[in-house]
Structures are given as structure tokens and as C-alpha cells.
């Protein structure tokens, strides 16, 4: 009679795991990334299955990789989203694992004049500039991934004579597509010139810079907009800055507020969509609160329209109300066919938010549109403030005073409202905070 101990040997040799492509079809039915990380420390052969790039493109596609938190360009750290927020847990984990002082990525070899600063993040990476001395736009550029603390510090962008000295500049990661090698990355970088806009692409497989788009603002059928990075225009534009990402395009509505300039990255060129059906007239007055009635915040800029995907439709997420004392601040969410022609009529949903709150937009991604808010009661201490320092002109104290600014998300899909986490900030001015998408740590594999 054998022994228990040698019919036990003898079962766990016949045991055997499933194939790998069995194993994969199990993994990609895991609900979510929380999940396929404690799946992929259950042994080898499932981290083996899961880590592999292949796999995690696929399961991206299935199951895109949720909100961890956000990374303001002023300042520039990483701050995670907090509980009850779902994605709390794996939020935790990547700010312990990653590096998002940037201190692993060298000085530029010109020297520099002040740190890195995020630019845009897209896909595990971040695009950093800072200034440094030298004829080049005086700005240098570097692509990191804060996980595998890998990087590239960019060439400097052609300083060629193109139409004079540059208004802007506004470089963003382009979007990688399906074919392609999630290690490869291009920047994109939009510069403002008096009479044309160029846009200049740097590519990680040639490792050089090339002119990709040259149009004049008239040939796209419009005059040079005002506003770029201006504080004091009254319309508190922010210039190209302000570029939101849907399959493949750009679009931004800051240049002129009254349409929307686009970038297709596919066919790199620029176009300009000019929307001036009914209701975007009509949301274009509900933005406008009548003289008198328009507060703002230290910096404040307007708060512009943002364009996210949905399926097979642009949807326009307006913030309406903010800043006007006699209205409840609301988003109204608008939906027009992407092959469809201006002046069409569209869906429309209007989704409320809390009136305790002075909100204003900070971006779109990933089907989400992020606001930033302060408490009502901060922004008349504000006004006060103002007046303080308005009689004591020598006394900064009152324009140091740092603020708790909350952020939150509006998610497309169920128009849920769900808040991300707080910031302090001492000013506001031309603000833009970058969305960080990813998996845990233990899913993450390098991207550079």
C-alpha cells in the first residue's frame, strides 16, 4: 500500500497549469488591475503571463488603466487620489515606488536656469521642460518614465528663422498608436508665430527634431488669435497650452473660445472647427455671467469647454455658472457626431455640482473631465485680502496665504462626480494639472 505522503507526490505530478493562452483568457476576465496585481504574485508562471507586454496591451484595451492622481505643473509632484476614491490603494503604491522629483534626469548640457517642470503625461511618461540659456526658444525638453526612472533629454528645438520670434510654445506627447512600439514615444511641440503655426515633431527612433506642419492662420481660414498665456486679457485665454486628446487629435478651445483648434497627429495637420450652432451659442452666454457679476480668483482664467471621446461623437463638456454668485454651478455635456456638420443639433445633459464650491476647469482626458474648486467662503476672504493689500501695499502677506483647492473628476460615461484629492496653492494663474492613467507598479513595464 503506498504511502499518503507518495500518493500526494504522485497527484502533484500530474497537475499541471493551464497553456498560456488559456491562462491569458482567464486574466483578461479579472475585473479590475487591483486584482491582476495580487493574480500576478500568486506565482512565476502567472506573473510571467501577465507582465508580458503583449498581454497588458490587450487587457488596456478591455479595462483602461484607472485614475491615480494628478501632477500640477507648478510644483510638479504627484499627488495621489485619496480614499474612498476605488483607485486609492494602487495610487499609494506607484507614489512609494516612482520618482516624481524628476531628480534621476540630468541638467541640460547648456545648464539651466530653473527645474524640471511636467509638460504633459501620457502613457506612463512626462514631458519636462525648463529654461536654459541659448538661442533655442530658451527652453529645453526631456521625456521620463518616474516608474523605471528611465529618460531621454530631447535635442534642442530648431531655432531656424521661420516667421520671426515665437508667441508660444506648446509641446505634448503624442498619443501612441496600436502599431506601434509602446517604447517609442514622439513630442509634438506647437509653436505661435505672428503670421503661421508650425509644429515641430521629435521622434525617439530618429532621435531628431522635423517640421511636420506649417500653415498660416489664414489658410486656416482664421486671424491670429489673442490672449496666448496673458493673464490680463479679458478673456483670460491660455493659448495652446490647453490641448485635450480624442483618437488621435488635439483639440483646444483656449486660442479663441469661439472655436476649436485641432491637430490631427495621424496626417499632422491643423484645422479649425467653427461651431456656432444654437447651443453653443447659447452655452457661449451662460459662460458670460453679466457685467458685475463675474468673480475671480487670484490668476484666474476662464474656464474653457473641454472635449473628450465617446463613441464615434465629440462630447463638449462646458462649465456653466462658476463664478456667478446668482447661478448653480453645473456642467452641461453636449454631443455631436464626429463626421457631423456644424449648426447640427446635439444631445444634451446637464450634470449639477455642489454650489458650496467656486470651480473652474483644469483639463479633459480619458473620457473624464477634472475641475478644480475652492470653497465659496475662501474666495471672499480673497476680495478681502485684496483690499487689505490694496491698503498696505507693502505687506505681501495676504497674497502668500496658501489655498486648499479640491479636485474632481466628471466622468462621461455616467456623468458621476467624484472627488480626486486637495492641493495647496498659493496662486492660480494659467494652471494646468495633468491626469496620471496607469496599473500598479508590479504591472508597469517600462516605457522608454
Known sequence: MASPAASIADRRDHISLP?????????????TPETLARSSAACSAFRRVITDRLFLRRYRKIRPPPLLGLISDRGGGFHPVEAPHPSARLARALLDAADFTYSFVPKPREGWLSPWHPRDVRDGRVLLDCRVPGKTFRTAFAVCDPVS???????????????????????????????????????????????RLVAFVFSSVTGQWCISASPTWSSLGTGRPRGFRNSSDP???????????????FY????????????????????????????????????????????????QTRSLPGVVG?????????????????????????????????GKSRRM??????????YFTVGAAEGFLFLGATKEDRVGQYHVDMVVAHDNPYDETPLLET???????????????????TMKKSYFNHERVHSYFGFPPSLSTPTI
Open 349 to 358: 445633459n446637464i450634470i449639477p455640482l455642489s454650489g458650496s464650491y467656486d
Open 252 to 299: 483646444s478651445a483656449s486660442p479663441w473660445m469661439d472655436k476649436f483648434l485641432v491637430l490631427d497627429t495621424r496626417r499632422m495637420e491643423f484645422s479649425v472647427i467653427h461651431d456656432r450652432d444654437d447651443v453653443y451659442k447659447m452655452l457661449r452666454n451662460m459662460l458670460d455671467p453679466p457685467a458685475g457679476q463675474h468673480r475671480r480668483r487670484p490668476g
Open 149 to 195: 526612472r528611465r529618460y531621454v533629454v530631447l535635442p534642442p528645438v530648431p531655432d531656424e528663422d521661420i516667421a520671426g520670434r515665437p508667441a508660444e510654445l506648446a509641446p505634448v506627447l503624442a498619443p501612441v498608436r496600436d502599431d506601434e512600439d509602446e517604447r517609442q514615444f514622439k513630442v509634438i511641440c506647437m509653436v505661435h508665430y505672428e503670421t
Open 19 to 31: 497553456s498560456d493562452e488559456i491562462l491569458e483568457e482567464i486574466f483578461l476576465r479579472l475585473p
Open 310 to 342: 465617446g463613441e464615434g461623437s465629440l462630447e463638449l463638456l462646458s462649465l456653466v455658472g462658476a463664478h456667478n454668485p446668482n447661478a448653480s454651478p453645473r456642467v452641461y455635456h453636449s454631443s455631436q457626431q464626429s463626421n457631423g456638420e456644424p
Open 403 to 421: 489655498w486648499d483647492v479640491d479636485y474632481f473628476s466628471v466622468e462621461l460615461r455616467t456623468s458621476e462626480v467624484t472627488k480626486i484629492c
Open 235 to 249: 478673456d483670460g485665454c491660455r493659448g495652446l497650452s490647453s490641448f485635450d486628446c480624442v483618437r488621435g487629435c
